[in-house]
């Protein structure tokens, strides 16, 4: 039995928790409501729209003027496959999951709108992760806070992993997805103290 939950609905319906014994994934889709308070949806992908189609007809009527045939096919292919990289690259949703008391996991998930196609994952285990952060950077004129999970490598130097790292949500997204993971390795430092 699982439980999915919207613990920010009115600010930020991006954020999913879904509950699961022993598992819990903070996903973070790649969409918001628009910062002026109209409710409008804000999509940080898209499918294919009227511009790329427009784009493929004056390209089609322009690269019917070249007489040279295997230079307009090639034109013509490395079109499509420039097109079609970009829609099929573009992030859906980032995770994190929480493998209790395994350790952490981080998933990237790209595709087209209603088909996700390939999927990234990162696995930190709980004997490697030190702690679970939560930090700030510049960005342009603008301070956007990420979360980062700190772990020690084999060869004893520190990582640094940061999730959410594409999309990266705002605060009041980071700071409750910080909130529930920051408890769960908080359990496991006492159970390995234990």
Excluded at 66 to 76: D, K, Q
Excluded at 84 to 98: A, C, N, R
Excluded at 135 to 143: D, I, P, S
Aim: a positive charge; one cysteine or more.
């Amino acid at each position: 039995m699982y439980r999915v939950s919207y613990p920010l609905p009115l600010t930020n319906p991006e954020l999913i928790i879904i509950e699961k014994p022993g598992y819990t994934e903070y996903r973070v889709e790649n969409w918001r409501l628009a910062r002026d308070g109209s409710g409008h949806v804000v999509y940080g992908f898209s499918g294919y729209t009227w511009k790329d189609m427009l784009l493929i007809a004056v390209l089609s009527f322009f690269l019917q003027r070249v007489h040279n045939t295997s230079f307009r096919a090639l034109a013509m292919a490395a079109c499509f496959v420039a097109l079609f990289w970009t829609k099929t690259t573009q992030i859906l949703s980032e995770s994190l999951i929480v493998i209790e008391p395994h350790g952490i996991q981080l998933e990237t998930c790209r595709g087209l709108p209603s088909i996700p196609l390939q999927t990234t994952r990162r696995f930190i285990p709980a004997s490697a992760l030190e702690c679970v952060i939560i930090n700030e950077a510049l960005q342009r004129w603008n301070v956007r806070y990420y979360l980062a999970a700190l772990s020690k490598g084999k060869d004893g130097k520190p990582t640094v992993h940061v999730a959410f790292e594409n999309i990266l949500p705002y605060f009041p997204v980071v700071l409750e997805i910080y909130r529930g993971v920051h408890d769960a390795v908080h359990d496991w430092d006492h159970l390995r103290a234990s």
